[in-house]
């Protein structure tokens, strides 16, 4: 006598499950190592014409690892130069590919300002716990105080976000100028904005910046430094004042990472509950005696 057929209906529930498992798990990775994200050069001063591999960071500590980002998701990628003119990098990405995933050809003299800007399609899901979590950690109190108020501290967040990036590269000898393209905004959603180069000579002792959202002055919100050669937590951190402005001590040298992010509440006809933006601008400065 043949065995009775198992019913499709219910032979692939056991699958159903394993996918969803899996989904969730890797939410949970990419949220847990995806707060700190940047655009890293091989080097950030050079002193002849050169090219560059930029590699496309995220995470931070154990858990930094290349941006798994998709091509479609990048939306700007250009380089600023000294005179104010601007390259599309794009056709330079080429991602998840050898060691690096883009690359910039340095040719003139003079401080250089990549940019890079995704779309807001990305989306996260994580636990309560988590998410409180994850909002105390940011400084992103007006979230924090919402889901309170609204009594949905217990309810599972979710959020769609997007990533802004800019890092400052350096062919030859500073100039003595206030380096306009660095001090000036690029039109991101949200932006670090230095007051001042850090390429600046002489060097600065303080670094103060401003941040931008929506292109006005941001306050309250939670800005960092991080040394990249030991980020497993940030060198200094300084909530930004009615101004938009935090200042920070300047580093004496090494890779330097600035990041802030920042979030709104969604429409409840949205797929989520917040729209988030990532920021960050990254740096690199050489010892005092190198650079004469």
Avoid: C
Avoid at 21 to 31: I, P, Q
Avoid at 205 to 216: E, K, N
Avoid at 230 to 255: K, N, Q, W, Y
């Amino acid at each position: 006598m043949a065995a009775p057929r198992r019913s499709r209906r219910h032979s692939a529930q056991p699958l159903r499950f394993v996918l969803l498992a899996l989904v969730v798990v890797a939410n949970y990775v990419s949220v847990a190592s995806a707060h700190d994200f940047w655009l890293q050069p091989r080097a950030y001063w050079f002193e002849r014409e050169a090219e560059v591999p930029v590699t496309l960071l995220v995470g931070h500590g154990p858990a930094r690892q290349r941006s798994p980002i998709a091509p479609i998701r990048i939306i700007r990628f250009e380089a600023i130069t000294s005179s104010g003119s601007r390259i599309d990098l794009r056709s330079d990405l080429h991602l998840g590919g050898g060691e690096s995933d883009a690359l910039l050809r340095l040719r003139e003299p003079g401080t250089y300002i990549l940019v890079l800007q995704t779309d807001d399609r990305a989306r996260s899901y994580l636990p309560a716990i988590r998410f409180n979590d994850y909002l105390t950690v940011e400084g992103l109190t007006p979230a924090l105080e919402l889901r309170a108020r609204t009594h949905r501290t217990d309810v599972d967040g979710s959020e769609n976000y997007s990533r802004q990036a800019k890092s400052i590269v350096q062919l030859g000898a500073p100039a003595q100028q206030s380096q306009a393209q660095v001090t000036t905004p690029l039109g991101l959603p949200l932006e670090i904005v230095p007051e001042q180069s850090p390429y600046a000579e002489p060097r600065p002792a303080t670094l103060p910046v401003r941040v931008l959202y929506g292109g006005r002055p941001l306050s309250g919100a939670l800005v960092k430094l991080t040394n990249l050669e030991h980020d497993a937590s940030p060198v200094e951190t300084h909530p930004t004042d009615l101004a938009g402005r935090a200042i920070f001590t300047m580093p004496r040298e090494g890779a330097w990472l600035l990041n802030v992010i920042w979030t709104e509440p969604q429409p409840r006809s949205r797929d989520t509950d917040f729209e988030t933006t990532f920021s960050s601008l990254t740096f690199g400065l050489p010892k005092q005696s190198s650079q004469r």
